[in-house]
């Protein structure tokens, strides 16, 4: 009977035993949840500079199929295409900013027409009339002119009001700034001939310092590229540090390559070699940017005509453009005259004429270098450098 009982207890402690054992090993196999992995690409082994495998081994991943090379971008050349700007048209500029222009010019214009309209045109009169010409920087010569003719036509007419004192004033004026004059930029492409490939135009932009001269530059590109042409810029004022920067910065804002050299280099192979890249990237024009220079200055001033000629060995410079302020009045005529004589002047660039110039100015620039005004500023605004028009400057005048 004992060992009956001492049975039966081995028996139950045995079953319990088994029992647990049976537990646990079910524990062991219930799986456990774990958030979802994002696969990760494993990277290649590399070796090691002299070519040994490193010394950590991992564990080889599964093939997996390579994806097909994508071509690497051409590194910007100066912004990205997504930043260009896209410049105002140049198509009736002028006559947009025509408000802004007649707001500096009412003191001529407005002045005139008060004096033409007067009941009785004395000599007294038409002494006034000259003088307000005269003040207005047309000149002794010009204006005296135009009071001649205005005087002839009014006797014959018998001009009184002022409406037909308008009428009258706008034609002698018009006429007098000679809208016959050929105010074409050249800066059309060469075409192929005589056994040499086409090139680009070549402009050389020129003025004395403070005239607004880099920055009419990169205006000029913005206008040039607002008609469809392409443009390359020459940073070759080397001697003023920030010149080359703030030329680059303009073209780089209309998608225009600027060749530049170091500070203090040779302005005129910075021009040779601007021409040069020009033509080899086929583009339309390379506007050349020249350092700012006292007319005063006779090395400064050759220097300029050597610019000009060893530009010349790659390519002929078909527009030279004098930049004016033309608040600066009959003391911009003094360094015209100089810069005529160093390098031939094909047009003028007057900056500033919503300031306080006087309108008298274009008048008095084009009789004394036999050179139309191609170009006038009227502010700030990058696309403010508008294409000149006679009669839209003229109507702005009489406004």
Do not use: C
Not at 68 to 96: S, W
Not at 361 to 384: H, R, T, Y
């Amino acid at each position: 009977m004992e060992f009956l009982v001492i049975g039966i207890i081995i028996a139950a402690i045995a079953l319990l035993g088994a029992a647990a054992l049976l537990y646990r090993a079910r524990g062991r196999r219930r799986p456990v949840e774990q958030p979802p992995r994002t696969p990760v690409a494993q990277p290649k082994a590399q070796d090691s500079p002299s070519g040994a495998a490193g010394t950590a081994t991992a564990e080889r991943a599964p093939p997996v199929a390579e994806a097909a090379p994508v071509p690497a971008k051409p590194a910007p050349t100066g912004t990205d295409l997504a930043e260009i700007e896209v410049p105002e048209p140049t198509a009736g500029r002028l006559v947009r900013l025509r408000s802004r222009l007649s707001r500096s010019q009412n003191a001529l214009g407005q002045g005139l027409l008060m004096l033409l309209s007067r009941d009785k045109l004395d000599d007294a009169t038409w002494e006034e009339i000259e003088d307000t010409l005269i003040a207005a920087d047309l000149g002794v010569g010009p204006a005296g002119e135009l009071v001649e003719k205005l005087r002839t036509r009014t006797r014959v007419q018998g001009t009184r009001t002022v409406d037909e004192a308008r009428t009258l004033l706008r034609e002698e004026l018009v006429a007098l700034i000679d809208p016959a004059l050929d105010r074409t930029l050249k800066v059309g492409k060469h075409a192929a001939a005589d056994g040499r490939p086409e090139r680009p135009a070549v402009a050389m932009v020129v003025g004395v310092n403070g005239t607004g001269k880099t920055t009419t530059t990169g205006k000029l590109a913005r206008v040039l590229i607002a008609d469809g042409h392409t443009v390359v810029l020459g940073a070759a004022d080397t001697f003023r540090a920030a010149a080359a920067d703030q030329l680059q910065t303009w073209g780089a804002r209309v998608g225009a390559y600027t060749v530049r050299g170091a500070e203090g280099a040779d302005p005129a192979s910075v021009a040779f070699e601007a021409v040069k890249e020009g033509q080899a990237m086929g583009v339309d024009t390379v506007l050349i940017d020249t350092a700012g220079r006292l007319h005063t200055k006779t090395g400064l001033m050759d220097e300029l005509g050597k610019v000009k000629r060893v530009a010349e060995k790659q390519g002929t410079v078909d527009e030279v453009l004098l930049v004016l302020d033309a608040t600066t009045g009959q003391n911009g005529l003094v360094q015209a005259r100089v810069f005529a004589e160093v390098v031939a002047i094909t047009g003028i660039v007057l900056t500033k004429l919503d300031g306080t110039a006087k309108g008298g100015i274009v008048v008095a620039v084009q009789q004394e270098l036999g050179v139309p005004v191609k170009l006038v500023g009227l502010g700030e605004g990058p696309d403010d450098l508008a294409p000149f028009d006679p009669e839209a400057f003229v109507d702005a005048l009489l406004q």
